[in-house]
């Protein structure tokens, strides 16, 4: 099983910009599809974005498009999560989660759907 952890959360201004990083060990990297969610403070956990095995397809959540970016590096074994425009209703704790696909396109948008989970690593945006 592949294990993650998340870096890069922090505090930035409304309007500002913000790197999340997901590591990933213990497994091969490129047969995981890979995705961001967030819990804020009395919410569920929601999907933010999802990245297929190859990097060719992605999702994302409604909240975000236009605004975040997936990408990963299948030769750092490292997924990220580029954060751009932020604003208040972006502060939450940010969790990266793994799941092994058969298929290089697939993507899943549940959290049910992954089973390697990370710590998390908190984003505040101030205002």
């Known amino acids: 099983q592949v294990q993650v952890v998340e870096s890069g959360g922090g505090l930035v201004q409304a309007g500002g910009s913000l790197r999340l990083s997901c590591a990933a060990s213990g497994g091969t990297f490129s047969t995981y599809l890979m995705g961001w969610f967030r819990q804020a403070p009395g919410k569920e956990r929601e999907f933010v974005a999802a990245i297929a095995r190859g990097g060719s397809n992605t999702a994302y959540a409604d909240s975000v498009k236009g605004r975040f970016t997936i990408s990963r590096d299948n030769a750092k074994n490292t997924v990220y999560l580029q954060m751009n425009s932020v604003n208040a209703e972006d502060t939450a704790v940010y969790y990266c989660?793994?799941?092994?696909?058969?298929?290089?396109?697939?993507?899943?948008?549940?959290?049910?759907?992954?089973?390697?989970w990370g710590q998390g690593t908190q984003v505040t945006v101030s205002s």
């Open positions: 989660a793994a799941r092994r696909a058969a298929l290089s396109g697939t993507l899943f948008v549940t959290s049910s759907s992954y089973n390697n």
